[in-house]
């Protein structure tokens, strides 16, 4: 028996699952909405501390709009949304105000009977725009909690193997030596 | 915290409290505790060792303020003119910890040229500025910086600046090795007519004093250091402060007031122990080493009945001129990976518009260095300044262009404002019921001048270099986040136009010194700690012939 977790769920939506989605999407829409809630009453799902299951699954879609996945993994991969969750119940509870209003504004633009999550890409995106202008305080909030969580060590519950590092081309080491990138290295010395 | 020896008693009479461990504090600390005399250090933050400073940890660093002030804890409100009423915010930035912003600094050590002592002279009358010629010389201080250099630590290569300042001995240590952002810079410079030269850091580059040399971990502006390698006070002063067996580092310790007795002498101070009990410290001498922000506000929250306007302030300066040194930033994207994030912040820097030309009609003048300052978590947020798109595929692409990212940052004078302050909040307080400090500073028209000549130049210098693509940050007329605190009890002969004398001693006051980057009488060209070190150094001298003296 596979065991989908909500987690699994969630790439699914917003990775490479949702190219398709757009060619088929008024077929697959009831089924996908069908399948966000459920998702979000997690009876199988990871237990949250702070954050409601619909919360999460919100900021999750949310944070998947702002660091998106392409041939490198996104906020989502990262986990951005358990460091959210966090930060929330325990090192950042201001947060919880932003965090919990900005998840009901993006399901409520969802429109009656649909949630965030389960929107293709584009009607994410064009909620995402709505929202920026209209609150944009309220969205920073959530995108720099987002960015926080996809960056910042992963001892804080996000940047889970080291996915947002990844985005970048960093790597941690405790000590480095020379060359340190392409201009240093001995054979480019002098080249221009 | 383990305990130091000594422990005095708040009722022994020590020979000097020193409040604050940062750049001065630790300075003063060693050289009055080996001269003979009992020292008691008050520091505000905790007392962190080496392994402290791991994990590496950007989050915690600069999020939540781990080894800084916090508006929210210490108090701070904002506005740009006497006009405007202030609001809650983050105008300056400052360490609380032993050792204080030297643990955390770039390492930048620039020695001021004998020109900056003589800025009025130079320059007249500016309006809109206070410009004075400081009480000493280059000559006066040259010998402490040199023992900046050997005492402290400072690695670069002597004679590389065209420009150089008279100095007496080499430096101990040679350049760190150069980064690629360095040898851009080099070829920039080389464009534009000038000469990007080893910069001079306070970061070992090889083993000195029993420390490691630097191994290029990259966490370096904002971050205590692991391996020792940065010049702080706390690896480089504190130690044989400790060893003399006379000095006791009081962590935690938050000095709320300076107490006077009726003969308009210091007697000791008052201070919140870690468990915010009030202590009264006896002492026969205080030595505020605060840093340009918290020393006025001590000072001012330290008025008495002898002195209603705040202690040592008969001139009305205290607080007055702060300078923050303009700061601006230009940034770019190359071919190929430079990877900033490895090894020291800075390597190469040009000084050849120290002072501009005087057609250009402006007063001041600075430098550039070519650096990247930006881990993972800060480049996210402000990698790419205002350019940077904020969400989506654009943001993505951005954040991709991290390795490839290098800054060329602007340093700059900026003018002793008499406006440009710190002063006592009427209302606000910080989270242990003190009046916070209310800052009020807007740029003079000169200055903004200088700091958009600089920023164009940063412009020429990464298109020289071969930049595919740059943006610049926009330059802001109230300033936010400033760690350089200088000019706020400025130093004179004359007690109607300063706080200190050349000694450091509050013109007011016969047993009351100062000495940080208020002492400051113009700011320089951006790069202060090693100034504030050799004034602390020359300064407790003179405190030293005085304790003798006073017996």
Known sequence: MTVVDRRDFLRAAGGSAAALWLTHWTAVEAAAQQAARLAAS????????????????????????????????????????????????????ELRAPVTSLAAALDRAAGPGRVFAALAPEAQDTILQRVEKDSPDLFGAVRFAVICGTFANSGWGGNRDEAGWRILGFEHRPVWTKPYGWYDLPENLGRE | ??????????????????????????????????????????????????????????????????????????????????????????????????????????????????????????????????????????????????????????????????????????????????????????????????????????????????????????????????????????????????????????????????????????????????????????????????????????????????????????????????MYNGNVVAGGVFEHETNGYKGPVVTRVVQDPYVLDPKLGLVGGGGFDFRFDSPPLLYAIRGQGTAMPQWGAGFKRALRDFPKTVYAYGHTTSLPVPTNSVSLDPTHKDAWGVPSMRITYREHPNDMKVYRWFLDRCGDLLDAAGALRRWEDPINDAPQGSPHLLGTCRMGNDPATSVVNAGHRAHDVPNLFIVDGSSMVTGGRGQPTMTIMALAFRASEGMVRWAKRAG
């Open chain 1, 42 to 93: 997690g009876t199988r799902a990871h237990t949250w501390d702070a954050l409601t299951a619909e919360q999460a699954a919100a900021i999750d879609a949310f944070a998947a709009r702002i660091i998106p996945t392409d041939d490198l993994p996104g906020a989502r991969e990262a986990g951005a949304v358990y460091f959210i969750d966090k930060a929330v119940a325990s090192f950042a509870q």
């Open chain 2, 1 to 322: 915290m383990q305990p130091r020896t000594p422990r005095y008693r708040p009722t022994d009479v020590v020979d000097f409290i020193v409040v604050g461990s940062g750049a001065a504090g630790g300075i003063v600390a060693r050289e009055l505790s080996r001269a003979g005399l009992r020292v008691v250090v008050l520091e505000q933050g905790p007392y962190r060792r080496a392994s402290d400073f791991l994990p590496h940890d950007d989050y915690n660093v600069f999020i939540r303020n781990a080894l800084t002030n916090d508006s929210a804890q210490q108090g701070t409100t904002f506005r740009s003119t006497e006009q405007d009423e202030a609001k809650p915010g983050n105008p300056v930035w400052y360490a609380r910890g032993v050792g204080g912003g030297s643990v955390h600094f770039t390492g930048n050590f620039w020695r001021l040229h004998p020109e900056d002592f003589r800025e009025r002279t130079l320059n007249g009358d500016v309006p809109g500025a206070a410009l004075a010629d400081w009480p000493i010389t280059y000559d006066d201080l040259e010998p402490y910086y040199t023992r900046v250099d050997w005492e402290i630590g400072v690695s670069g290569q002597a004679g590389a600046d065209p420009r150089e300042p008279r100095r007496s001995r080499p430096y101990p240590m040679p350049p760190l090795p150069v980064k690629p952002e360095g040898l851009l810079m080099e070829k920039a410079a080389r464009k534009m007519g000038w000469t990007a030269f080893p910069a001079p850091m306070a970061i070992a580059s090889q083993p000195f004093r029993g420390r490691a040399p630097c191994q290029a971990c990259g966490y370096c502006l904002g971050f205590g250091c692991e391996f020792d390698a940065k010049s702080s006070t706390l690896v480089a002063m504190i130690p044989d402060a400790e060893r003399t067996g006379r000095c006791e580092i009081r962590s935690e310790s938050y000095v709320r007031k300076v107490e006077t007795d009726a003969r308009g002498r210091v007697t000791g101070v008052i201070y919140f122990d870690r468990e915010r009990r009030e202590v009264f410290q006896r002492a026969r001498a205080v030595v505020v080493c605060a840093n340009g922000a918290e020393t006025p506000r001590l000072l001012l929250n330290s008025a008495s009945a002898r002195f209603p306007q705040g202690l040592a302030n008969s001139s009305g300066l205290v607080g007055r001129h702060l």
